[in-house]
């Protein structure tokens, strides 16, 4: 049984790929495939959803791609699924069928962000429980286990430290935690847009999910290109809405009840975005 609004999101793909076009299926990690954990090392996809992906992923004219906040390595290491694309930190790096590359202005930034996250672990080391993870494209502060009281000091002063880097840099909110990029003029709504051109065949229907600030991006260029925007929880806006990721899970066994079996296509060789 779907969520309520569920069945409608599973028809439009359906009906999109019985009449010869191919489905793209995007989803965020953290709080959308995976729930969302203390530590990030502590979040997985549970294993009906791991089994979903993976037979969706072998349907003929079907992607599956997740696009994360995490760094492409932790990403991979994460999930250990094959046949998916994997686009990391928020759509700088990605791994795209077995083709890796990185944005080339984020590259250009590398040591921006090196000197910052020095700055940055000087900042947070007199707040218990906060921590920054260094994704070398790009940073997150976290501060999950940080007392609720020391919360604002600790933002205070995180934004006081990355002000002098603007605009090279920009910081967007997640889930109890503060993400940090380099500013190219790219984001997951960019990247999706990019990753529909790499797909063979008629344009694709896309499908994507996600549950925190920077999928926004691209749950907004997904509902511009016709495609179905699902958003988790009640932090972003979509056409669509879940209350969190068991409910993905039913969305793709919905997909798998209605979807033929086969291979996914295989794009050539990407170039870079620009």
Known sequence: MFHGGLAPAVDRCVEAYAAGRSLLLLFD????LAP??????QARIPS???????RLARRPRVAVGIISGRSLDDLRRMCLLEALVYVGTAGLEWDLFGTRGSHP???????????LNRRLARVVAPFAGAWVENKHLALTVHYREVPDEEVPSLLERVEAAVAPYRPSVCMVPA?????????????????????????PGSQPLILYAGDAANDQPALEAVEALGGVAVAVGA????????PGPRAICELLAGLEAKL??????????PGAPT
């Not at 990690?29 to 959308?32: L, N």
Request: charged share 25%; aromatic share 10%; no cysteine.
């Open 260 to 269: 033929p079996f086969g291979s996914p296509p295989r794009p050539a060789t």
């Open 105 to 115: 202005q984020a590259r250009r930034l590398h040591r921006t962000m090196a000197v």
């Open 175 to 199: 889930p109890e935690a503060l993400e940090i990029y380099p500013e190219v003029g790219w984001d997951k709504g960019g990247m999706v847009r990019w990753l529909a051109e790499q797909i």
């Open 36 to 41: 969302l954990r203390r530590r990030p090392d």
């Open 235 to 242: 932090q972003v806006r979509a056409s669509y809405w879940v």
């Open 48 to 54: 009906p959803t791991r089994q979903l992906l993976t």
């Open 29 to 32: 990690y953290d709080g959308t």
